[in-house]
């Protein structure tokens, strides 16, 4: 059974930063693409950023140069950096894992196999 475990939420001022953290267990991160969504209230679910098996980041547009995801695979663990953070980015931040590798539309949540219970976000103006 596949675990992800998100922690390092929390109240930031504007312009502050966080690093969110996502623990995999049950699965080899090397083997898994993962990605990071969130979704704040009245609102859908959104792609953030996703780290492919292969190495490979990309970014939703309204993140690109703010936001660098990584993963420690000794760890089992990735990794959401976030800086210059803006009110809007207030949401529940989710990871998500992609085990059998079969989507090609890195950005889309029905791709994931596996959720974690997400870890709240607050950017004070």
């Known amino acids: 059974q596949v675990q992800l475990v998100e922690s390092g939420g929390g109240l930031v001022q504007a312009g502050g930063s966080l690093r969110l953290s996502c623990a995999v267990s049950g699965r080899t991160l090397s083997r898994c693409s993962m990605g990071w969504f969130r979704q704040a209230p009245g609102k859908e679910r959104e792609f953030v950023a996703v780290?492919?098996?292969?190495?490979?980041?990309y970014y939703a547009d309204y993140v690109k140069g703010r936001f660098a995801i990584s993963r420690d695979n000794a760890k089992n663990t990735v990794y959401l950096q976030m800086t210059s953070l803006k009110p809007e980015d207030t949401a529940v931040y989710y990871c998500?894992?992609?085990?059998?590798?079969?989507?090609?539309?890195?950005?889309?949540?029905?791709?994931?196999?596996?959720w974690g219970q997400g870890t709240q976000v607050t950017v004070s103006s």
């Open positions: 998500a894992a992609d085990v059998d590798l079969s989507g090609s539309d890195y950005s889309a949540a029905g791709v994931y196999d596996y």
């Open positions: 780290i492919r098996w292969g190495g490979a980041t």
